[in-house]
């Protein structure tokens, strides 16, 4: 006899016989003669229908007294079903493993996001979150199978570094100090230096494309952000790839080939809780993400956007004009009233972005772009890396940056140095697109925001 999961028998073509299966009481109806109890085990959304004959081995212990959320472990035969589904299991033996308890949270009914954060160790149990945490496992996947199929090398970056990526100063610090000691004798901290949180992994990336060509970096990045909206986190994971021989049109074609690939391995091996999502979530979800796997994105500069965005007639909240940042519903706002599909914007003004990025000939902008999408707005930011000694030279002067700091990053320009670009895509953010969550902490299975660290 096999020990099987859910999805395994309710996928199954052909009846499995008689199996093993555990997994968490959702409802039981009691008869004269027997019960019905339906399970899930996590594996998939549906539950599955097991009918438990009152003289069965472990009835009279187990099944009288069963409360939702309780796990249980059933053998018996798999037969077919008289309902909606293909297959139910008529028990032989049931096990009580841990009952629960009458306050039980999760009663069936229905529940508010707000309330199911406060119970973080729970919610997965929901079907909303167990499809939402199930996708994030296969997007994961599939992250790592778009760049395996390329050739790219998966490199660990630090999660503790001495470099402010981003130019920000947005970064949490770390120290074995007390308060009084760090201010007095910094020198005696841990690593003799003041070291922070990653905020990216991007300089770091840098070096090994320098000698490895095409690599990518795929974990944790955290960023001290005193934002409250439902885009930010202050802990979420981040993907950067860095490409040697490679300019700015190179890598906005590798960031648009890698959201559409992605969304077609959601809509391939994520059906039906894409199904499920797309009904009780966001009733056009379904429709965007195919559109978005088969409609070529547009591409537009930045100042072309601006002039755009000034000229639509829209009355935006905050203001449109050259030299500053892009917001969220100027971003929308492209994507889903103007071209109404996935844009790239590009070539911004060099005074709003880091350091790192290269120049155009222009002199005014760098070779930077933003891939936005429906529903979101910016989901990747990248760029063509400056390349130039001279000119990377007078970046770090001009953010007032010390090259002694970053006398690495500036070897890798000494040494061989070749043009190579780059992005960051925000996992969370691909999983609110694909999800239809329009909540990032509902994206991450133990959310931390400012004022908040539970669990």
């Given at each position: 006899?096999?020990?099987?999961?859910?999805?395994?028998?309710?996928?199954?073509?052909?009846?499995?016989?008689?199996?093993?299966?555990?997994?968490?009481?959702?409802?039981?109806?009691?008869?004269?003669?027997?019960?019905?109890?339906?399970?899930?085990?996590?594996?998939?959304?549906?539950?599955?229908?097991?009918?438990?004959?009152?003289?069965?081995?472990?009835?009279?212990?187990?099944?009288?007294?069963?409360?939702?959320?309780?796990?249980?472990?059933?053998?018996?035969?798999?037969?077919?079903?008289?309902?909606?589904?293909?297959?139910?299991?008529?028990?032989?033996?049931?096990?009580?493993?841990?009952?629960?308890?009458?306050?039980?949270?999760?009663?069936?009914?229905?529940?508010?996001?707000e309330?199911?954060?406060?119970?973080?160790?729970?919610?997965?149990?929901?079907?909303?979150?167990?499809?939402?945490?199930?996708?994030?496992?296969?997007?994961?996947?599939?992250?790592?199978?778009?760049?395996?199929?390329?050739?790219?090398?998966?490199?660990?970056?630090?999660?503790?570094?001495?470099?402010?990526?981003?130019?920000?100063?947005?970064?949490?610090?770390?120290?074995t100090?007390?308060g009084?000691t760090?201010?007095?004798?910094?020198?005696?901290?841990?690593?003799?230096?003041?070291?922070?949180?990653?905020?990216?992994?991007?300089?770091?990336?840098?070096t090994?494309?320098?000698?490895?060509?095409?690599?990518?970096?795929?974990?944790?990045?955290?960023?001290?952000?005193?934002?409250?909206?439902?885009?930010?986190?202050?802990?979420?994971?981040?993907?950067?790839?860095?490409?040697?021989?490679?300019?700015?049109?190179?890598?906005?074609?590798?960031a648009?080939?890698?959201?559409?690939?992605l969304?077609?391995?959601?809509?391939?091996?994520?059906?039906?809780?894409?199904?499920?999502?797309?009904?009780?979530?966001?009733?056009?979800?379904?429709?965007r993400?195919?559109?978005?796997?088969?409609?070529?994105?547009?591409?537009?500069?930045?100042?072309?956007?601006?002039?755009?965005?000034?000229?639509?007639?829209?009355?935006?909240?905050?203001?449109?004009e050259?030299?500053?940042?892009?917001?969220?519903?100027?971003?929308?706002?492209?994507?889903?009233?103007?071209?109404?599909?996935?844009?790239?914007?590009?070539n911004?003004?060099q005074?709003?972005?880091?350091?790192?990025?290269?120049?155009?000939?222009?002199?005014?902008?760098?070779?930077?772009?933003?891939?936005?999408?429906?529903?979101?707005?910016?989901?990747?930011?990248?760029?063509?890396?400056?390349?130039?000694?001279?000119?990377?030279?007078?970046?770090?002067?001009?953010?007032?940056?010390?090259?002694?700091?970053?006398?690495?990053?500036v070897d890798?320009?000494?040494?061989?140095?070749?043009?190579?670009?780059?992005?960051?895509?925000?996992?969370?953010?691909?999983?609110?697109?694909?999800?239809?969550?329009?909540?990032?902490r509902?994206?991450?299975?133990?959310?931390?925001?400012?004022?908040?660290?539970?669990?």
């Amino acid at each position: 006899m096999s020990r099987s999961t859910v999805a395994q028998i309710l996928r199954a073509t052909d009846a499995p016989g008689v199996v093993e299966v555990n997994g968490w009481v959702r409802t039981k109806r009691d008869s004269k003669a027997f019960s019905f109890v339906e399970i899930n085990d996590g594996s998939c959304l549906a539950n599955l229908q097991i009918i438990a004959d009152a003289d069965i081995e472990g009835y009279a212990e187990a099944v009288p007294t069963l409360r939702t959320g309780a796990s249980i472990k059933v053998t018996g035969e798999i037969v077919p079903s008289q309902g909606k589904q293909q297959w139910e299991m008529q028990a032989q033996t049931v096990q009580l493993l841990g009952d629960s308890e009458e306050d039980y949270p999760l009663q069936k009914k229905g529940h508010s996001p707000e309330f199911l954060r406060s119970i973080a160790h729970l919610r997965p149990r929901t079907n909303l979150f167990g499809a939402v945490f199930r996708m994030r496992s296969r997007m994961a996947y599939a992250v790592h199978q778009f760049f395996q199929e390329r050739g790219f090398v998966y490199v660990h970056t630090p999660i503790i570094t001495a470099s402010d990526c981003e130019g920000a100063g947005e970064m949490f610090r770390v120290t074995t100090l007390d308060g009084e000691t760090l201010e007095k004798q910094p020198d005696e901290d841990f690593f003799g230096k003041p070291t922070y949180l990653t905020v990216s992994g991007q300089l770091e990336g840098e070096t090994y494309a320098c000698a490895l060509s095409n690599i990518y970096t795929f974990g944790p990045t955290f960023r001290a952000e005193n934002s409250n909206t439902t885009r930010h986190a202050a802990e979420f994971w981040m993907i950067e790839p860095e490409i040697a021989f490679c300019d700015l049109q190179e890598d906005m074609a590798l960031a648009e080939a890698m959201i559409q690939y992605l969304v077609a391995d959601a809509l391939e091996h994520c059906a039906e809780d894409l199904k499920f999502l797309n009904k009780f979530v966001d009733k056009g979800l379904l429709e965007r993400l195919e559109f978005v796997k088969s409609r070529d994105f547009e591409r537009i500069t930045y100042t072309d956007a601006v002039e755009l965005l000034k000229n639509s007639g829209h009355q935006f909240e905050y203001p449109v004009e050259y030299g500053l940042n892009l917001q969220s519903e100027h971003e929308r706002y492209l994507t889903e009233e103007h071209f109404k599909c996935p844009v790239t914007v590009y070539n911004y003004p060099q005074e709003i972005k880091p350091f790192y990025m290269r120049k155009n000939d222009d002199g005014k902008t760098v070779a930077a772009m933003d891939l936005l999408v429906p529903g979101i707005g910016e989901i990747v930011g990248g760029s063509q890396r400056e390349e130039r000694l001279d000119i990377l030279r007078a970046n770090l002067g001009e953010h007032e940056l010390s090259e002694e700091d970053y006398y690495w990053y500036v070897d890798l320009r000494r040494y061989g140095s070749v043009s190579h670009a780059g992005f960051g895509l925000g996992f969370e953010r691909l999983l609110m697109f694909v999800t239809g969550v329009s909540n990032i902490r509902d994206v991450i299975p133990f959310p931390r925001t400012p004022g908040s660290a539970d669990f």
